[in-house]
Nanobody, 127 residues
Framework: QVQLVESGGGLVQTGSSLRLSCEVSGFPLNDYHIGWFRHVPGKEREGVSCISSRDGPTYYHDSVKGRFTISRDNARNAVTLQMNSLKPEDTAVYYC????????????????????WGQGTQVTVSS
């Protein structure tokens, strides 16, 4: 059974760090693209970062470049999103997702490409 489970969210102050984890099961992690997205009520879901299969390229939204780092731990079957220097505008529900029918060799920032989603984890950054 394909499953993605996020963890690591919480309430932190501006400038703090959080490490989100997406543990996957039911498919070989290294063979598929994984993305992190975030959603704020009233706004469209936004692609934050993604990591391509087999150590392919990564992507970061302009607003998180230099602050967030995505990485893959194949031994743990997990993808992590290290978030540093957090800002109030980073407040959102964060979701990880797997592209299980990849069209390209690189991951996409577009949510429609992703076929399996986790339940989300809340990140709140206070000012």
């Amino acid at each position: 059974q394909v499953q993605l489970v996020e963890s690591g969210g919480g309430l932190v102050q501006t400038g703090s760090s959080l490490r989100l984890s997406c543990e996957v099961s039911g498919f070989p992690l290294n063979d598929y693209h994984i993305g992190w997205f975030r959603h704020v009520p009233g706004k469209e879901r936004e692609g934050v970062s993604c990591i391509s299969s087999r150590d392919g390229p990564t992507y970061y939204h302009d607003s998180v470049k230099g602050r967030f780092t995505i990485s893959r731990d194949n031994a743990r079957n997990a993808v992590t999103l290290q978030m540093n220097s957090l800002k109030p505008e980073d407040t959102a529900v964060y979701y990880c997702a797997a592209d299980l029918r990849p069209m390209y060799s690189y991951c996409s920032r577009d949510d429609w490409q992703y076929t399996k989603w986790g339940q989300g984890t809340q990140v709140t950054v206070s000012s």
